[in-house]
């Protein structure tokens, strides 16, 4: 079946511009987190959410990011007067609501802030 | 989450079996074992993941020691497309919100 899809795969933005990057969860999936991932590390956690419910959003960096999933479906997360720090791999992952879920990764998007 | 350890990199000849270690020597009786790879640009892919009990699967094996403060992930035999970094991860399972904490993981490297 259908594996969680993102959009764009790669971004290119000037310092200043705003983005935003689409995930496309697995259908039926309730929880919805994103990722962030700098070059040679771990991902790291941004946010998450249940259905349409943001229940966690601690590992956001800053005010210049927000996300959102206004239907419990599709999310963005969207990044307000990009910075250079901000050029990462952004990863989307869904999952079922269970004990002990397994978290399915979708390709990512490679944002590149010149 | 209990904070795992793994050796930054291993080598695996082609066809032979990879056994990548995992230290988590302050897990809690309710928190899993989980493993990830990653493959040169893609996104982390689950592998497996257990609680106590050894958990076979069409991917690998993962064997946990009976006190839980180490585990094992067994590749059977490995090949070229094997090469990734392996994530292991402990995470509680009863709460869906609960994200991945990812270390650095294993750098695997299958050779011919």
């Known amino acids: 079946g259908a594996g969680v899809s993102q959009s764009p795969r790669y971004k290119v933005a000037k310092r200043g511009q705003d983005v935003a990057l689409r995930c496309d969860p697995i259908s039926g999936h309730v929880s919805l987190f994103w990722y962030q991932q700098a070059l040679g590390q771990g991902p790291e956690f941004l946010t998450y959410?249940?259905?349409?419910?943001?229940?966690?959003k601690s590992g956001l960096p800053s005010d210049r990011f927000f996300a959102e999933r206004p239907e419990g479906s599709v999310s963005t997360l969207k990044i307000q007067r990009t910075q250079q720090e901000d050029s990462a791999v952004y990863l989307c992952?869904?999952?079922?609501?269970?004990?002990?879920?397994?978290?399915?990764f979708g390709p990512g998007t490679r944002l590149l802030v010149l | 989450d209990a904070k795992t350890t793994q050796p930054t990199s291993m080598d695996c000849a082609e066809g032979r079996a990879a056994n990548l270690p995992c230290n988590h020597s302050?897990?809690?009786?309710?928190?899993?074992v989980y493993w990830y790879r990653q493959i040169h640009s893609q996104g982390p892919q689950y592998i497996i993941h257990g609680l106590k009990n050894n958990e076979t699967n069409e991917m690998a094996s993962l064997i946990i020691t009976e006190d839980r403060k180490s585990s094992t992930l067994i590749l059977p035999h490995a090949t070229l497309r094997d090469t990734a970094v392996y994530y292991c991860i402990v995470r509680v399972g009863d709460n869906a919100g609960n994200m991945l904490t990812f270390g650095g993981g294993t750098r695997l490297m299958v050779k011919p």
């Open positions: 959410f249940q259905n349409e419910a943001q229940l966690d």
């Open positions: 992952a869904s999952s079922l609501v269970q004990e002990g879920e397994t978290q399915y």
């Open positions: 302050t897990i809690s009786g309710n928190e899993y």
